[in-house]
């Protein structure tokens, strides 16, 4: 079945179900009835002779088929989309849209830095930045969502190809004047009694946090547990205690003298990496190129003085 025979709009429906799991979903981002969309994907595989989708009590999650035929739409309208950037190249980076995401931390200040330096170079580039949970982040690159993914990884992900890639440790945060602000590194016995503020269990650098705690037989019973990295600054700027992070998303921060960073020196802490991430086999639009290696440049670690 050649691809000039599935028609654009039925793509477009069948592509939106796939991204949100539900023709409610789909229907409302599209604007239209979900019946429409329920029509166009009911012929689309009445066209293909199979099942595009396994149709569930909680939404819509795609078959064999359907993987198939999304990564093949995805591509083809990610390509019209470079086509147009490309075009609107030809007048120089004068025009244009990036979209980003990116780990929580790096939303903070790090992205938005690297925006600001960039515009004023290019004025007229837009941007959209979402901050997800690491894998989040990941999936969004895979859906297309974004053109470019900045995040913690653990391991490779097929579909992805990274543009850059750094070990990364996990180091304590605190004020300038807290006890423990006199040493570069420190040991988890030394952290332990001192109040702390941890992020969720998913967060890629608590996964490390615990798995160094548990190698040492330490119980860390933090006073502050949220999903959001500001929150956790914040408390820690406060002076409420030790936080923990990576050293990009504090970097600026100890540089102006506001934090003190100590990389915490045990086994197992260099366990992920940072990653910019995009779409194997995609060719990206010209001002996502550009923007994608003045990200790299900003990237080579750099440790907190």
């Keep these: 079945m050649s691809s000039h025979r599935l028609q654009e709009t039925s793509l477009r429906y069948f592509l939106e179900v796939v991204r949100t799991g539900s023709l409610t979903e ?8 979900a019946s429409a969309i329920s029509r166009q994907v009911a012929m689309l595989e009445e066209l293909l002779g199979v099942p595009l989708f396994e149709r569930q009590p909680r939404g819509m999650r795609p078959s ?26 030809l007048q120089g980076l004068q025009r244009g849209r990036v979209r980003i995401a990116c780990s929580d931390g790096f939303a903070i200040e790090f992205v938005p830095r690297a925006i600001v330096a960039f515009r004023e170079r290019h004025p007229g580039i837009q941007f959209d930045l979402r901050a997800e949970e690491p894998m989040r982040v990941t999936e969004a690159v ?7 993914g900045l995040t913690y990884s653990r391991a490779a992900v097929h579909g992805i190809r990274v543009a850059y890639q750094q070990r990364g440790s996990v180091f304590a945060i605190m004020r300038p004047d807290h006890p ?9 016995a030394q952290m332990h009694p001192f109040p702390i503020a941890l992020s969720g ?9 615990d798995m160094g705690c548990s190698q040492r037989g330490l119980v860390f019973e933090p006073v502050l547990v ?3 990295f500001d929150g956790l600054l914040s408390f820690v700027l406060q002076g409420g205690g030790l936080g923990i992070a990576g050293e990009i998303t504090v970097r600026e921060r100890v540089r102006r ?8 020196r045990e086994r197992g802490m260099r366990g992920r990496t940072v990653e910019l991430q995009t779409l194997a086999g995609r060719t990206l639009p010209e001002v996502v190129r550009v923007f994608l290696d003045f990200l790299r440049e900003g990237l080579p670690e750099q440790p907190p003085r």
């Design 180 to 188: 423990l602000a006199k040493f570069s590194s420190v040991t988890l």
């Design 257 to 264: 003298g506001e934090l003190h960073a100590a990389e915490i």
């Design 226 to 228: 949220s999903n959001r």
């Design 26 to 33: 789909a229907a409302a981002r599209l604007h239209v009835s």
């Design 201 to 209: 269990p998913d967060n890629t650098v608590r996964q490390l946090f």
């Design 64 to 89: 064999a088929a359907g993987e198939l035929l999304a990564a093949h739409a995805l591509r083809g309208a990610l390509e019209a989309e470079r086509v147009v950037s490309d075009i609107q190249r």
């Design 142 to 148: 895979l859906r297309g969502d974004v053109d470019i």
